[in-house]
């Protein structure tokens, strides 16, 4: 399947994200009211021996969702200490997948959220999480840090 595919309205490409997930995407972001949407098509490299997406390439996915979420939020990064998932359907080789995250309470450094990967309307995966926000000093190095 090619990648040179039709992206959504407001969508660009998503270039924050670490070397793992930039490797895998591409993945794509918009700005809608007070979330970031994300989305990607599911590639032939996204997909099992059954040409539906990976598991663990929706759970990757989600947990990028949930991390833009949580930075969304609270302007730290954070770290997952908890991802809880149900697959709920597949998603298939040329869907575009997509999710955004919801904050559902914030307890000092622990962040509490979840996120509906779907297809069109069709529930894909759904994931519960909770997110550890980094200390100040620790992003100094990570942010120095030349990739």
């Known amino acids: ?9 407001g969508f660009v490409i998503n270039e924050r994200r670490g070397p793992y997930t930039n490797h895998n995407g591409p993945f794509y972001i918009k700005e809608e009211g007070n979330k970031w949407i994300h989305g990607a098509y599911i590639l032939d490299r996204h997909c099992n021996a059954a040409n539906i997406a990976h598991g663990g390439m929706l759970m990757a996915f989600a947990d990028g969702v949930l991390g833009h979420t949580v930075y969304y939020k609270t302007k730290r990064a954070g770290v997952t200490i908890k991802f809880n998932s149900e697959f709920l359907s597949a998603a298939r080789q040329g869907e575009w997948l997509e999710g955004y995250g919801n904050v559902s309470h914030v307890k000092g450094d622990y962040v509490y959220c979840d996120t509906m990967l779907k ?7 759904s994931v519960t999480s909770i997110f550890k926000l980094r200390k100040i000093e620790s992003l100094k190095k990570i942010i120095t840090k030349k990739r």
């Open 1 to 9: 399947m090619s990648e040179n595919r039709n992206i959504p309205d």
């Open 119 to 125: 297809v069109s309307t069709r529930n894909v995966l």
